[in-house]
C-alpha cells in the first residue's frame, strides 16, 4: 500500500493502513454437552446468567460452570457469584430484588407427625371376633398393620393400628404407640357394595399418646382411613403415609429447567434453595466483553430484561451440562490453512518478478 502523498500526509490520510471497521459479537446457541457435576448448567435459548462480584457489581455471562465456595454461595471459576431469588423458612420463593444465591448447609429441622393416611381393604370374609380387644392376645383382632410416625425432636415411633371385625360391615379400630396401649380410635362401617360409610363413619381419627423422650407430650396426629373399602379379597394395605420427618443434613441438590434449586436431604426430603434468574437484552451485540466470559451492560446493549427460566424472553436450563463455544472449530482451521495457502501462493508471485528482473539485469 502507498500513501496518498509522498509530501507528508496526516496519520489519518487513505492509504496509510487498515483498520478493523467494528468487531460483531455472535451469540448464537453452542452445541451443549454433559458432565457429571449437577452445579454445571447450560442455557438452551436466549439470555444470560446474571453474576454479582463481592463488590456488587454486575456483569453478565452465558458459561454455566458453577460450583460451591467455602461460605455456600454458587461462584464461577472467577469467583462471581450466580444470582437469583432466596426462599423463606418454608422454602417458599421469595420475588425480591435478585441477590446471590447461597446453599444453606444448616440441618434440616425435624417436625412432628401432624397427620397421617392409611389406606387399606379388610377382608369382608373375616369372622366377627366378641372378646375384648387386648395387644397381647392376637385372637383379640382380624388383621393389624403400623406405620412410623415422629415426635417433635425427631424421633422416630412406631404407630401401629389394629381392626376388629365386631359386626357385618362393622370394624372397631384399636392403637398402640411404641408397643403401649393408645386405646380405641373409632369404628369403620362399610357400604354394601365394600366402600366406607362415610354418613356413619366420621373422618379422622385423632390419635393422642404419651412421650417420655423428652419432645413435646403428648404426641397427638390424626389418622385417616378415607378410601379404606371392604371386598370379599385378601386384608391388604395400599397406602401408609404421614407428614413428619427427623432432621437431615444436606446431601445434594439439583436445578430444574425453571432455575428452581432442590436440595436433597438425608432423611429423604427436598426443599427448595432458590431459583436462578436470567437477564436478556434487547441488543445483546451491544455488550461490553470484559474477558472470563463474562460482559457488561451498555447504552448500545439497552437495559436488562430479567426473567425466570422458560419465561417469553428467556430460554430453559438444563443441569448437569455445559453450552460449549459457538465457534465451528473444524471449520475455522480448515479457513486458516485456505488462507495460509493463497498466501504462500501469493508470494510465489514475488520470486517470479525476482527471477524475471534478475534476467533482465544479467542479459548482456
Given at each position: 500500500?502507498?500513501?496518498?502523498?509522498?509530501?507528508?500526509?496526516?496519520?489519518?490520510?487513505?492509504?496509510?493502513?487498515?483498520?478493523?471497521?467494528?468487531?460483531?459479537?455472535?451469540?448464537?446457541?453452542?452445541?451443549?454437552?454433559?458432565?457429571?457435576?449437577?452445579?454445571?448448567?447450560?442455557?438452551?435459548?436466549?439470555?444470560?446468567?446474571?453474576?454479582?462480584?463481592?463488590?456488587?457489581?454486575?456483569?453478565?455471562?452465558?458459561?454455566?460452570?458453577?460450583?460451591?465456595?467455602?461460605?455456600?454461595?454458587?461462584?464461577?471459576?472467577?469467583?462471581?457469584?450466580?444470582?437469583?431469588?432466596?426462599?423463606?423458612?418454608?422454602?417458599?420463593?421469595?420475588?425480591?430484588?435478585?441477590?446471590?444465591?447461597?446453599?444453606?448447609?444448616?440441618?434440616?429441622?425435624?417436625?412432628?407427625?401432624?397427620?397421617?393416611?392409611?389406606?387399606?381393604?379388610l377382608d369382608a370374609r373375616e369372622a366377627t371376633i366378641s372378646k375384648p380387644f387386648s395387644l397381647t392376645d392376637p385372637t383379640s383382632y382380624n388383621k393389624?398393620?403400623?406405620?412410623?410416625?415422629?415426635?417433635?425432636?425427631?424421633?422416630?415411633?412406631?404407630?401401629?393400628?389394629?381392626?376388629?371385625?365386631?359386626?357385618?360391615?362393622?370394624?372397631?379400630?384399636?392403637?398402640?404407640?411404641?408397643?403401649?396401649?393408645?386405646?380405641?380410635?373409632?369404628?369403620?362401617?362399610?357400604?354394601?357394595?365394600?366402600?366406607?360409610?362415610?354418613?356413619?363413619?366420621?373422618?379422622?381419627?385423632?390419635?393422642?399418646?404419651?412421650?417420655?423422650?423428652?419432645?413435646?407430650?403428648?404426641?397427638?396426629?390424626?389418622?385417616?382411613?378415607?378410601?379404606?373399602?371392604?371386598?370379599?379379597?385378601a386384608f391388604s394395605v395400599d397406602t401408609l403415609n404421614q407428614d413428619g420427618f427427623t432432621s437431615g443434613l444436606l446431601s445434594g441438590y439439583s436445578i430444574?429447567?425453571?432455575?428452581?434449586?432442590?436440595?436433597?436431604?438425608?432423611?429423604?426430603?427436598?426443599?427448595?434453595?432458590?431459583?436462578?434468574?436470567?437477564?436478556?437484552?434487547?441488543?445483546?451485540?451491544?455488550?461490553?466483553?470484559?474477558?472470563?466470559?463474562?460482559?457488561?451492560?451498555?447504552?448500545?446493549?439497552?437495559?436488562?430484561?430479567?426473567?425466570?427460566?422458560?419465561?417469553?424472553?428467556?430460554?430453559?436450563?438444563?443441569?448437569?451440562?455445559?453450552?460449549?463455544?459457538?465457534?465451528?472449530?473444524?471449520?475455522?482451521?480448515?479457513?486458516?490453512?485456505?488462507?495460509?495457502?493463497?498466501?504462500?501462493?501469493?508470494?510465489?508471485?514475488?520470486?517470479?518478478?525476482?527471477?524475471?528482473?534478475?534476467?533482465?539485469?544479467?542479459?548482456?
Amino acid at each position: 500500500m502507498f500513501a496518498n502523498s509522498l509530501a507528508g500526509a496526516g496519520s489519518t490520510g487513505t492509504g496509510i493502513g487498515v483498520s478493523v471497521s467494528a468487531v460483531q459479537q455472535q451469540f448464537s446457541q453452542g452445541n451443549v454437552r454433559t458432565t457429571s457435576n449437577p452445579l454445571d448448567v447450560a442455557i438452551s435459548g436466549r439470555g444470560f446468567f446474571r453474576m454479582e462480584d463481592q463488590g456488587g457489581a454486575v456483569t453478565y455471562s452465558r458459561n454455566g460452570q458453577f460450583h460451591v465456595d467455602k461460605d455456600g454461595f454458587i461462584v464461577n471459576t472467577s469467583g462471581a457469584r450466580l444470582t437469583g431469588y432466596g426462599v423463606d423458612a418454608d422454602g417458599n420463593i421469595l420475588i425480591a430484588n435478585p441477590g446471590a444465591l447461597q446453599l444453606s448447609t444448616a440441618q434440616l429441622q425435624a417436625t412432628a407427625t401432624t397427620e397421617g393416611k392409611v389406606g387399606l381393604n379388610l377382608d369382608a370374609r373375616e369372622a366377627t371376633i366378641s372378646k375384648p380387644f387386648s395387644l397381647t392376645d392376637p385372637t383379640s383382632y382380624n388383621k393389624a398393620t403400623s406405620l412410623t410416625v415422629y415426635d417433635s425432636l425427631g424421633n422416630p415411633h412406631a404407630m401401629a393400628t389394629y381392626f376388629v371385625k365386631t359386626a357385618a360391615n362393622t370394624w372397631s379400630v384399636y392403637g398402640a404407640l411404641d408397643g403401649v396401649d393408645a386405646g380405641s380410635l373409632g369404628s369403620l362401617t362399610f357400604n354394601t357394595d365394600g366402600s366406607l360409610d362415610t354418613t356413619t363413619t366420621t373422618m379422622p381419627f385423632t390419635v393422642s399418646a404419651a412421650l417420655t423422650t423428652g419432645a413435646v407430650t403428648p404426641l397427638a396426629f390424626d389418622l385417616d382411613f378415607t378410601g379404606t373399602t371392604q371386598f370379599g379379597s385378601a386384608f391388604s394395605v395400599d397406602t401408609l403415609n404421614q407428614d413428619g420427618f427427623t432432621s437431615g443434613l444436606l446431601s445434594g441438590y439439583s436445578i430444574s429447567d425453571d432455575g428452581t434449586i432442590l436440595g436433597r436431604y438425608s432423611n429423604g426430603q427436598s426443599r427448595t434453595l432458590g431459583q436462578v434468574l436470567l437477564a436478556n437484552f434487547s441488543n445483546p451485540e451491544g455488550l461490553q466483553p470484559l474477558g472470563n466470559n463474562a460482559w457488561g451492560e451498555t447504552a448500545a446493549s439497552g437495559q436488562p430484561l430479567p426473567g425466570t427460566p422458560g419465561s417469553s424472553n428467556v430460554g430453559v436450563l438444563q443441569s448437569g451440562a455445559v453450552e460449549e463455544s459457538n465457534v465451528d472449530l473444524t471449520r475455522e482451521l480448515v479457513n486458516m490453512i485456505t488462507a495460509q495457502r493463497v498466501y504462500q501462493a501469493n508470494a510465489q508471485t514475488i520470486k517470479t518478478q525476482d527471477a524475471v528482473l534478475n534476467t533482465l539485469v544479467n542479459l548482456r
